[in-house]
Structures are given as structure tokens and as C-alpha cells.
């Protein structure tokens, strides 16, 4: 029987994009237009569609003001959501890219007053995203267990093509233990070995990638590195047929 993380990343290797097979808009300015349309109808699903493939489209095409609006499009959409964790990842990116942009500081200020009325954090479950700007976003779904244990379900992406407007994609999931703020998962099953250090602050989540790619089992050019923002502070969800044992 496969492990969790075999299993995991068995799933996420089969395919090697994650792009819709019809793009939603043209470009990034048909796209903001598709997404505002569809955001003002209350479409919220369609929305998100083309505003990430604003963020992509934008990426490719080396707009960094196009690349600010989509990135305040998508906190707006997480405003609207009741999301504001995610409004906050959101408009980090978009400060980080323009830390004049008067939306970016809007949204950003929106979602920390919001955030400041939601009940306090207990522990460290829920949704946690990274994201620099560019068309990848990593994401770690973790849930505290008793015991001093913690499960934790990671996708990685890399390699972004504008050609095709695909990625690839690796994961890893299990069960560690786990001390309150600090958790390692490790495997040899791929070659030398491939640690990840998991390190949590509030609503933060640091991970550490020792090892490559391939040691990791993640495929070309995916990392799983970076400082992730926790966007949910729910129990997460997890991949059926990934029992996090190993």
C-alpha cells in the first residue's frame, strides 16, 4: 500500500498542467473586465476564474501595474467572500508590487479590520497560501492532532509556461510530531534524502525545503519553500484517499 505522500504526489503528477482547458478572457485587460462583470453579477466562482487568469496573463505579458490590479481584484473578491485572511494575502502581493497603490492599502486596511473581529486563533489548523506575485501559489493544509501531533497536506507548484499557461505540480502529506510551533516531515523514498521544517508564528507558516526537487519526489522545478499566510482559520479539508498515515 502506497504511503500518503506516494499517494499524494502519485495524484498530482498524473497531470503535468493545472490550467483550464478554454481560457476565460483574451489577456489581462479582458480578463479584469470578465472578472468585474462577473463579480458584480455576484458570479463569485467565475470571477475567481478570470481574475487568476489575470495574474497570468499579466505575468507573461510583464505588466506589474496589470499584475497589482489583479491581485487587488482577487482581495476585493476575498472581501466579498467574507474571506478576510485571504483579502489580506491577497493585498500583500499587491503592496508588495506597489506599496503606493491606493486599492492595495484600501483592501489591506479592510481586511485587517475585519480580521481583527474574527475570535482569536486557537493553535495552527487551517488553510495557509503562498504566493510572490507570479502565477504560483503554494498551499499547506495542516490540522493539529492530539498527541503533539499535526497532519498536513502541502502542494507545490513550478515551472510556470506562458506558452500553454501550465505548471507543474508536486505534494507531500503525513503525520508528524509536532511541538506547538515546529514540525519536520522527511523521506529517502526518491533518491537522498528530502526534509521540510514547518515553523509557525500567528497566522504565519514558514517552510524550509532541504533537498531537491526530486528528492522530494515534486518534479521539475517545484519548491515547496517560502513564508505562507494562513487564509482559513477552518479545519481544512483533505485530498480523499490521502489518509495522512505513513
Given at each position: 500500500m502506497l504511503s500518503a505522500h506516494l499517494a499524494l504526489i502519485a495524484l498530482l503528477n498524473a497531470a503535468p498542467t493545472d490550467s483550464p482547458s478554454r481560457p476565460v478572457c483574451?489577456?489581462?485587460?479582458?480578463?479584469?473586465v470578465a472578472g468585474t462583470r462577473a463579480l458584480g453579477s455576484g458570479r463569485m466562482a467565475a470571477a475567481q476564474e478570470a481574475f487568476e487568469a489575470e495574474v497570468r496573463f499579466a505575468w507573461c505579458e510583464g505588466d506589474t501595474a496589470g499584475l497589482v490590479l489583479a491581485h487587488?481584484?482577487?482581495?476585493?473578491?476575498?472581501?466579498?467572500?467574507?474571506?478576510?485572511l485571504r483579502a489580506r494575502l491577497w493585498s500583500d502581493v499587491a503592496l508588495k508590487l506597489d506599496a503606493r497603490s491606493p486599492a492595495a492599502l484600501?483592501?489591506?486596511r479592510s481586511a485587517n479590520e475585519r480580521i481583527a473581529r474574527l475570535s482569536p486563533a486557537q493553535g495552527v489548523s487551517g488553510t495557509y497560501s503562498s504566493s510572490a506575485g507570479d502565477p504560483l501559489i503554494n498551499e499547506v493544509r495542516v490540522h493539529e492532532l492530539a498527541g503533539n501531533r499535526m497532519r498536513f497536506e502541502l502542494w507545490a507548484s513550478g515551472a510556470f509556461s506562458c506558452v500553454d499557461m501550465g505548471h507543474h505540480m508536486g505534494g507531500a502529506s503525513g503525520i508528524v510530531a509536532f511541538n506547538g510551533r515546529d514540525a519536520v516531515w522527511e523521506t529517502q523514498d526518491f533518491g537522498d534524502r528530502c526534509r521540510l521544517l514547518f515553523s509557525f508564528g500567528p497566522d504565519e507558516l514558514t517552510?524550509?525545503?532541504?533537498?531537491?526537487?526530486?528528492?522530494?519526489?515534486?518534479g521539475n522545478r517545484v519548491y515547496a519553500d517560502g513564508t505562507y499566510r494562513r487564509t482559513s482559520r477552518q479545519a481544512p479539508q483533505f485530498t480523499p484517499g490521502v489518509s495522512g498515515t505513513r
Open positions: 483574451r489577456d489581462a485587460r479582458d480578463c479584469n487587488n481584484n482577487l482581495a476585493l473578491l476575498a472581501l466579498r467572500r467574507g474571506e478576510p484600501y483592501n489591506a517552510v524550509r525545503q532541504e533537498g531537491s526537487p526530486a528528492d522530494c519526489g515534486f
